[in-house]
């Protein structure tokens, strides 16, 4: 017997469920399917929302030929044969997993589906911003599709019991019933082996009513996270930026979705180094020590227990107050050097290792720090193409406050160093 998830596949637009966005009235894949018309496309979306489905109910509507090929093992020979020998008619060439395809054979498509010899349908789980060529990408049509909410899941649910390819005979609880939903996660295809084996297992016991327990069974609840698609870019990024939105309660959801969707621990501590540097900085120097004491902890501990350093750095990071200015003050050095190649160092700074270098200037004039009170004195550190130009502005948050007051104390009588108020001091180069 086919499996449930196959028998259970929509045959018309009506009957498929989700992705509104798509397939309402007046969107286009419905207005495309109504009209019989078609152009090169890419369906791009997490497993078990529908590529395949709303693909093939679309190209098939169009009446012409088509050929259908996966791209886990066709080969440039398969995808020349598929598009030749059709006498001047377009052919429809649907495209199942284009990202399985390497460079040299999505480039074997791009004259034919310029010249419109070939219109092009295909899907992919993969961000087609990195794993399609830009060339074909350019020629496609690309439509996101969503996870399936949970009430989608229940009316897929609800039909597998009441439609003669489905269960019949058998039904659930509601417990069961909204566990399955759970579970699935946003795929309709894990639903329906959910239901199978939930199914198979009932009658194994000689009964038809499906239990929670049978669900449990029948599959380990799941989190949605593939380390090697959109789900780990996405992830990650609400994590950093939840932490750089100090919110601690967003921030540690994410970390446990990565944790438990299997993220290596140690990408997720050099992220929160990287964040401390970035996104706190001077407002708390600590926060770095955190970050990378939390580091350290996941390296000698490991999971489960290295979770709990982690989500205290986490914490700690959110709770933070925040600065970015010495990551805006290292770009603006950074475009600085580039705009002054040449700089050359003041000859009182430098450093006079031989006689010939005392006798030329090297080190005159230099004064010591240490000799003077407060172990400060005025003198000037940049070369002289640079005398006005101001790197750092100190932010106004939590220990950067003190190093902004302190630094105006020290450096009020030099033109370019916080005279007045250093948000009305704009850097400049």
Known sequence: MRPLSVRMRPRAMEEVVGQEHLIGEGKPLRVM????????????GPPGCGKTTLARLVVRRSGLPVVELSGVD???????????????????????EIHRLNRSQQA???????EGRVILVAATTENPSFEVISPL???????????????????????????????PGFDMDEEAKELAVAMAGGDARVLYNLLEIA?????????????AE??????????????????????????VKAIRGSDPDAALVYLAKMLEGGED??????????????????????????????YHAVQLVGL?????????????????????????????????????????????????????????????????PHDYPGNFVLQDYLPKELRNVRIYVPGDEGYERRVRERLRRWWRNFKRHYKGDDHENKPSN
């Open 199 to 211: 199914s198979a297992l009932a009658e194994s016991r000689g009964e038809r009513r499906i239990t």
């Open 304 to 368: 489960p227990e290295g979770a709990i350093p982690l989500a205290e750095a986490t914490v700690y990071l959110a709770a933070a107050p925040k600065s970015n200015s010495v990551y805006r003050a290292l770009k603006r050095a950074r475009e600085v050097v580039k705009k002054h190649p040449t700089l050359t160092v003041p000859l009182h700074l430098r450093n006079p290792a031989t006689r010939l270098m005392e006798e030329m200037g090297y080190g005159k004039g230099y004064r010591y």
């Open 265 to 294: 621990p140690i990408f997720i501590a050099r992220r929160l180094v990287i964040h401390a540097a970035e996104d706190i900085g001077m407002a708390d120097p600590t926060a770095l020590l955190v970050a990378v004491a939390a």
């Open 74 to 96: 066709a080969s440039v020979k398969d995808l020349r044969k598929a598009t030749t020998g059709y006498m001047g008619k377009p052919v429809v060439l649907f495209l199942d």
């Open 214 to 239: 049978d669900i449990k069974v029948a599959g380990a609840r799941r989190t949605r996270y593939d380390k090697g698609r959109d789900e780990h870019y996405d992830t990650v990024s609400a994590y």
């Open 108 to 114: 074997a498509l791009l004259r034919d589906v310029e």
């Open 137 to 167: 990408l350019s020629r496609m049509v690309v439509y996101r599709l969503e996870p399936l909410r949970p009430e989608h899941l229940r009316i897929l649910l609800e039909r597998v019991f009441s439609s003669p390819e489905g269960l």
């Open 33 to 44: 399917y109504e009209r019989g018309r078609l152009f090169s496309m890419l369906f791009w």
